[in-house]
């Protein structure tokens, strides 16, 4: 039996593209437990969003993630429209629910792409990532941006589509389904893909429940799970589609999920667009939201997106709160970690997509050397750094107040 | 077709493709129509409401009165998200999107865009360029 050795990859580590800390113990090459360590990447958005009014708390929000930018978005104004009871028009829920697929769409793709680099097979990024450009561009060109689309206003959506657009999008879905065909027959029939990722990274249907994975990670468990049908917004309601699950369990078959979704949108935003109702595109939103709480529930393309929001009658939210889908997730990681070798974890953590800095709400920060747990106030712990950096030689104290 | 004889398909198709990119900046794409840039400040329109200072996520917009019904506005640029929720909240079209987008510049001041609306006059610094 060889030694135990544990080392931490991160938070700061070549292979990780966010800063998260992973703390593995070894046998050999074989991962016997990880440890996963979360809140490196705190940015205080929770906080910072009940300092600011709703109108710009959108603006915030988004830029929570910048691939499910509009996830978060959405997921929060569909909170406010609760709470101030606005109907949003038809139009509007569509182009919304239209950019949302669309949005699913250039992050499988991106995905697929990042899969592709995990394991050696860079010719995947190059294709995939060239096919995600049209997304881009469809995106840039219906909402002003490629990332961060600013299209959600409280009470419906700040542009409007035309007929031009809609025959474009419709032309682009065509070549997006001659190219995800394709990727769906490399990831069926490749060989090296199969042997690579079979077996690798195993969630069984019962963890993945128990764990609380969502989205691909737990529908590739055989876990039947998605808000767009089980909980309809925007549009959804009125659109049939097909969830798709997969019973391998593995990376395999997170892939599978993935580019068979990607089939599901394009025929998602085929139905939008041949139905997408004539009349108005947003209602007139109050800028006091009456006093009220709401939980949002969102499809996003990692998974479930749950925003909760407290009003109290002013401009400003008293509470946001955010569970992004890569939180849900995390804990499936240490788990499908568990004894595999060190060359796949790369792509177990890849396979869920994770978002590490759309996750981190909260941090604790701990003195491993003392037992007890204190609070310590802002002025006190500014004082506390000056006087650690003196004893490095370095003097802060001169510094402007904030 | 298995194997490599797949692969040469590819390989012709990937020969005749031409670069899926341009040479920036020598070749430069039209930006599109509905990009979101820079935004311009028409000083004739506005009534110095401060909506657009209030609103903006960014706190990137200043607006000040230096006369009788003549206001100035202060962008900065490196500040601006580009959201251009300025546009959508100002009641009277003072403020508008242009497509410009290359706004980089090495001066951290010439990113402090300031219109003025003194006399009919507009004091525009000069748009900043790539240095
Ligand atoms: S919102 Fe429009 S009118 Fe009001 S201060 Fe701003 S630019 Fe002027
Ligand atoms: S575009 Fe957005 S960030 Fe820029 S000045 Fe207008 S509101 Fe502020």
């Known amino acids: 039996m060889p030694k135990k050795v544990r080392i931490p990859v991160g938070p700061q580590h070549p292979a990780l593209k966010e800063p998260v800390s992973f703390s593995l113990e070894l046998s050999g090459e074989r991962i016997l437990e990880a440890t996963i360590r979360l809140g490196y990447n705190h940015r205080g958005i929770e906080k910072a969003c009940e300092e600011r009014s709703y109108i710009q708390d959108l603006y915030l929000l988004e830029r929570i993630c910048g691939i499910c930018s509009h996830s978060h978005s959405t997921c929060f104004v569909q909170a406010v429209e609760e709470i101030a009871k606005l109907e949003v028009p038809k139009r509007g829920l569509y182009i919304r629910t239209l950019i949302a697929e669309l949005e699913r769409v250039h992050s499988h793709l991106l995905w697929l792409g990042v899969a592709g680099h995990e394991i050696g097979f860079d010719t995947l990024l190059m294709f995939t990532w060239n096919d995600r450009e049209i997304v881009m561009d469809l995106l840039a060109e219906t909402t002003g941006n490629r990332v961060n689309y600013g299209i959600n206003s409280i009470g419906g959506v700040r542009r409007d589509i035309t007929d031009e657009q809609i025959k474009k999008i419709m032309k682009a879905m065509d070549t997006l389904e001659e190219r995800t065909k394709y990727y769906i027959k490399i990831a069926t029939e490749e060989t090296t893909i199969i042997q690579r990722l079979s077996g690798v990274g195993v969630l069984s249907h019962d963890d993945a429940v128990k764990l609380g994975a969502v989205g691909p990670t737990a529908r590739a468990s055989s876990v039947d799970r998605d808000v767009r049908r089980d909980d309809p917004y925007a549009a959804y309601g009125e659109i049939k589609f097909k969830v798709i699950t997969d019973n391998h369990n593995d990376v395999y078959g997170r892939t599978i999920v993935r580019v068979l979704e990607l089939m599901e949108s394009y025929n998602i935003i085929r139905q939008l667009l041949q139905n997408i109702p004539a009349g108005p595109i947003a209602v007139k939103a109050p800028r006091k939201i009456p006093a009220g709480e709401a939980l949002s529930r969102y499809e996003a393309p990692r998974g479930e997106d749950v925003h909760y929001v407290k009003s109290n009658g002013t401009e400003n939210p008293e509470r946001v709160k955010v569970r992004a889908p890569t939180l849900a997730n995390i804990q499936a990681v240490a788990h499908m970690l568990k004894d595999r070798y060190l060359a796949d974890m790369p792509i177990i953590i890849a396979a869920i997509d994770p978002c590490f800095s759309c996750t981190d709400r909260a941090i604790t920060v701990k003195d491993l050397g003392q037992k007890s747990e204190g609070l310590m106030q802002w002025g006190d712990l500014r004082k506390y750094s000056i006087e650690w950096y003196k004893g490095k030689g370095i003097d802060f104290s001169n510094l402007k107040k904030i | ?131």
Request: aromatic fraction near 6%; charged fraction near 25%.
């Open chain 2, 1 to 131: 077709m298995k194997g490599p004889g797949r692969m040469l398909q590819l390989i012709l198709e990937s020969i005749l493709k031409k670069p899926s990119t341009v040479s920036y900046p020598k070749f430069k794409e039209a930006p599109l129509k509905s990009l979101r840039g820079a935004i311009a400040f028409i000083p004739e329109n506005c009534i110095g409401c401060k909506i657009c200072m209030k609103d903006c996520p960014a706190g990137a917009i200043i607006i000040t009165k230096i006369g009788e019904k003549v206001f100035q506005a202060e962008i900065d640029l490196s500040k601006c998200i580009y959201c251009a929720q300025c546009v959508d909240s100002c009641p009277k079209k003072a403020l508008e999107y242009t497509t410009q987008f290359e706004l980089a510049a090495l001066d951290k001041n010439k990113l402090k865009v300031t219109t003025s609306g003194k006399l009919q006059t507009t004091t525009q610094n000069e748009t900043p360029k790539s240095e």
